[in-house]
């Protein structure tokens, strides 16, 4: 299938639509798997008009985060050629485009890819070759109830110390009114709890792996981390912190169950309290790395039967048209857009009007920081850009989880994460 590009570039409900062409052979069904968040939900909807279009119908296959990482993972290393089209981020999509698990992507003159912005472009892929298209993008931040840290009379500020972060929590903290000071992942999974995790540590000096990639989460650094996270979500958190991830905490902030809310920069599109402020990530003395970088992307498993309407389908649903389907859907707007991609989406005065988050969401990409330095000798801010990752980060998980259900103590879940991640590493080789 050809995706043509016409001078009104743009599926736009309501007015005169692009036009994409489909040969027979291709007029086909796509299965498609995606994460079970906000913007991937809306985009089921929106994309009823590029089957309308194109005649190309979509299977929808989604799934809880850890679930879609499991299925997607084992589906495309085995070549079980289950999906078409599956979410990835940038924790696998260099790593799976080098072991050639995906193919790489090429898109049209004006698919513009000079307008994504470079933290995604060079996150997604591997040696200057583009294997995953952001679908949104996110780094990490504050979002806080202003109207109640005032009336508690304490304030937020960028780049703020834990201390102060536990402080304003604590003063906001009203469990009898159903209001709980800080709201923080604790559902156990290398890019659920763990993705926030890392942050903390990083910004207390830590670091996932030393020069020689031995783990060390026995040291110092981690043992503080963990005990201030397990204190601050044990102490001023809703109860059963430890099923929570993305989902539950932003239906909790919703519902004005939140004080705080460190997390993903792409919540903020789904925020429906008043009085929300936000805030550049906190830190324990160490910023890099105190704020994580991630994409939900799409990417083409190797060999899809279908790579070619698949191909198709990505350009369109990681477009600048795909922005102002969005944008012009009668369901959504430009308060539903997905963001953190793209330049110019940053660049309409539609959007701005809406969105009084761009400015703290660009301000915490542009200074996330996942390249190796002597603290970090990896790629990856939350994560480890190296293909163990995955089975390291989901084995700490548990241990954290445990730790903060109390099920263990911080220095036991600690020590029983050093030695996985150790026995991990030495039977992959690294030493």
Not at 53 to 75: C, K
Not at 317 to 346: E, L
Not at 375 to 390: C, D, H, M, N, T
Request: hydrophobic share 45%; glycine share 10%; charged share 15%.
């Amino acid at each position: 299938m050809e995706f043509l590009r016409n001078t009104a570039l743009g599926l736009t409900l309501g007015v005169a639509s692009a036009s994409f062409a489909v040969s027979e052979s291709h007029a086909t069904e796509l299965t498609i798997a995606i994460v079970n968040n906000g913007h991937m939900i809306n985009m089921q909807k929106v994309a009823e008009a590029y089957t309308a279009d194109t005649g190309v119908s979509l299977n929808w296959v989604s799934l809880e985060e850890g679930v879609l990482r499991e299925q997607v993972t084992s589906d495309t290393a085995t070549g079980g050629g289950q999906y078409d089209v599956i979410n990835i981020g940038m924790q696998e999509a260099p790593i799976w485009g080098a072991a050639g698990w995906i193919e790489p992507l090429n898109f049209g003159a004006e698919y513009d890819v000079d307008d994504m912005l470079p933290a995604m472009r060079n996150g997604l892929s591997h040696d200057g070759t583009l294997y995953a298209a952001p679908f949104y993008g996110e780094s990490s931040m504050v979002m806080y109830r202003k109207d109640l840290a005032d009336a508690a009379g304490v304030t937020v500020g960028d780049n703020d110390s834990w201390d102060n972060i536990k402080t304003a929590a604590a003063a906001m903290h009203n469990p009898d009114a159903g209001v709980y000071g800080a709201c923080l992942r604790g559902k156990p999974g290398w890019g659920d709890n763990m993705a926030f995790v890392t942050t903390v540590v990083n910004s207390f000096g830590g670091a996932w792996f030393d020069k020689d990639m031995h783990p060390t989460l026995d040291s110092d650094e981690w043992k503080a981390a963990i005990n201030f996270y397990v204190d601050l979500l044990g102490t001023y958190g809703p109860p059963g912190s430890e099923g929570n991830s993305f989902n539950e905490i932003l239906a909790l902030y919703n519902e004005g169950k939140c004080g705080m809310w460190i997390d993903a920069t792409i919540a903020a599109s789904f925020l429906e309290v008043d009085g929300v402020a936000y805030a550049q990530s906190p830190n324990a003395g160490n910023p890099v790395g105190a704020n994580w970088l991630w994409a939900w992307a799409m990417a083409v498993p190797t060999g899809s039967p279908n790579s070619e309407a698949a191909h198709a389908f990505i350009e369109w649903a990681t477009s600048k048209a795909y922005i102002q389907a969005v944008a012009n859907h009668p369901d959504f707007g430009w308060g539903s857009v997905p963001t953190g991609t793209r330049a110019s989406t940053y660049a309409y005065p539609e959007f701005q009007a809406v969105a009084g988050f761009a400015a703290a969401e660009m301000a915490a990409i542009g200074s996330a920081a996942p390249e190796a330095t002597d603290l970090k000798p990896y790629v990856g801010v939350q994560f480890a850009s190296i293909p163990e990752f995955p089975e390291v980060g989901s084995a700490v998980a548990q241990e954290i989880a445990a730790a903060l259900s109390g099920a263990k103590s911080v220095d036991e879940a600690l020590a029983a994460s050093q030695a996985a991640a150790d026995a991990i590493m030495s039977e992959a080789g690294y030493y």
